[in-house]
């Protein structure tokens, strides 16, 4: 299961897919960035790519799971299951072109709708928070008008062409131990009786 890191390997995994992939034939000099809230304002970017994190939420189908039994014989807690919203923003001096690269985005995060272990561990012993096994969903999403009307609002000098997605059953793991696991049965002692009738 993916550590507390995993939240930001998921979204540098997004931009690495988009700036590895990019046809830069066609799309000169594009900027790839992981955006917070500040940098709408103090760090726009005038040709490229950004992706904006706005939410994350609980994962109700997978909340409610049994504790885990770890290589080392002991339970811990349950994953926390989360979903992460993204905006995906896409800017350029002129509007054909803005929405040419919106257009590719688009199709390129379609083309990658699993993301695996390999794309999401970053090279490097540290950086390996996800098991082999473990994938993200990553899918188009919508917003509420309340997350619509919030965003808007407060970017709206700067906000551009925008994209909602969905990175979904994000499993952060817990190093909490409930208890350690039941010795394994080593044998089994059935006992025989006389039925006795009255």
């Avoid at 930001?8 to 594009?30: N, R, V, W």
């Avoid at 950086?127 to 970017?155: G, H, K, P, Y």
């Avoid at 409930?178 to 010795?183: K, L, N, P, S, Y």
Wanted: hydrophobic share 40%; charged share 20%.
């Amino acid at each position: 299961m993916a550590t507390y890191k995993a939240i930001a390997s998921i979204g540098e995994a997004i931009i690495s897919i988009l700036q590895d992939a990019c046809p830069k034939t066609e799309f000169d000099g594009p900027e790839f960035k992981l955006f917070d809230a500040t940098s709408f304002v103090k760090h726009p970017i005038t040709k490229g790519v950004s992706l904006y994190l706005y939410r994350v939420t609980v994962n109700g189908a997978a909340r409610n799971q049994p504790p885990q039994l770890g290589i080392d014989g002991m339970y811990r807690r349950p994953a926390l299951p989360l979903d992460l919203h993204y905006l995906l923003n896409v800017w350029w001096t002129d509007a054909v072109t803005l929405q040419r690269l919106l257009g590719w985005c688009m199709r390129e995060l379609e083309d990658t709708p699993i993301l695996a272990s390999s794309v999401l561990n970053s090279p490097g012993p540290e950086r390996r928070m996800f098991d082999d096994a473990e994938t993200v969903e990553l899918t188009l999403d919508s917003l509420s008008i309340q997350d619509f009307t919030n965003i808007t609002d407060a970017f709206k000098a700067n906000l551009q062409l925008s994209v909602p997605y969905l990175a979904r059953l994000v499993r952060i793991e817990s190093t909490a131990s409930v208890g350690e696991a039941a010795g394994l049965v080593q044998t089994r002692e059935f006992g025989v009786g006389r039925l006795v009738r009255s």
